[in-house]
């Protein structure tokens, strides 16, 4: 005759089977002539790692393409392994995916994984960002000349800006798109991209040149419209920095980027 568990040690015991293997609660649970107590176990234990392998391929589309069914279910169990999930939502699983494939034998090798995880990730981040409103290119036009100089910017939480090297959002769109994936490619310097959400709620990406880069970051880290022209003046010139930052600006307003300003006016 089995002994009775209370609730909670039930659902301990199962837990830790789950999640750590661990043995003990086999003597708990009854058999038949269908299965006996570890198949029925083995059942749920199972399961639960196929459902967390299943989150990150969706999670991670063009890197499970691009490796294959087979080495991805490899990837993702030794990412299982070295990270657990948790949290209670499957949402934040594989956040840590970019950053184990930079460090883990044998995935470091190839610099590429890391980077095309890495640009999936802020996808998925871009598109759950919270919403804000957008200021309009009219809403910049009406602005007095006189509050330009001290004018700060504060951007959408629906973007992402990081630097890549390898063709990652070409394979990322080819999955949604193509019948086969593009060869990866690298370029000799890392390439800075944009990635945003607009307000259509599409996420949308471009690469950026030097100039932009340098006045997207200037803005974002807060400096004020003189601030990012002094920036600009050192690649473009002291003549044609206003026109280029304001040129800029508009295009981010029109892009969507811009939630608020602030001129220290109003």
């Known amino acids: 005759m089995i002994a009775e568990l209370s609730l909670a040690a039930t659902q301990q015991g199962l ?85 184990f494939l930079r460090r883990a034998h044998p995935f470091a090798a190839r610099a590429e994984l890391s980077e095309i995880a890495q640009w999936e ?23 007095p000349a006189a509050a330009w100089p001290a004018l700060r910017l504060a951007f959408v939480p629906a973007r992402r800006r990081l630097e890549l090297r390898c063709n990652a959002p070409a394979l990322c769109r080819a999955v949604q798109t193509q019948p086969a994936l593009p060869a990866l490619a690298w370029s000799r310097a890392p390439k800075p991209w944009l990635i945003w959400r607009d307000a259509q709620l599409e996420v949308r990406w471009r690469s950026l040149d030097p100039v932009e880069t340098i006045a997207l970051d200037a803005a974002c880290g807060g400096a004020c419209f003189a601030e990012v022209c002094a920036t600009l003046a050192e690649r473009v010139g002291e003549d044609a920095a206003p026109l280029t930052a304001a040129s800029l600006i508009k295009r981010w307003a029109t892009d969507g980027l811009i939630a608020d300003l602030d001129d220290e006016m109003s």
């Open 15 to 99: 837990q830790r089977l789950v999640l750590e293997g661990a043995e003990g609660i086999e003597r708990w649970v009854r058999g038949d002539a269908r299965a006996d107590a570890a198949t029925r176990l083995a059942v749920y234990a199972r399961a639960y790692r196929l459902r967390l392998l299943e989150a990150l391929g969706k999670d991670y589309p063009a890197l499970a393409a691009y490796l294959g069914a087979e080495a991805f279910e490899g990837l993702g169990r030794a990412y299982l392994d070295a990270h657990p999930s948790d949290t209670p939502s499957l949402r934040w699983f594989g956040r840590r995916l970019p950053e």
């Open 121 to 143: 990730w802020m996808l998925g981040e871009v598109f759950d960002a919270p919403d804000a409103s957008c200021v309009s290119v009219d809403a910049l036009a009406a602005l």
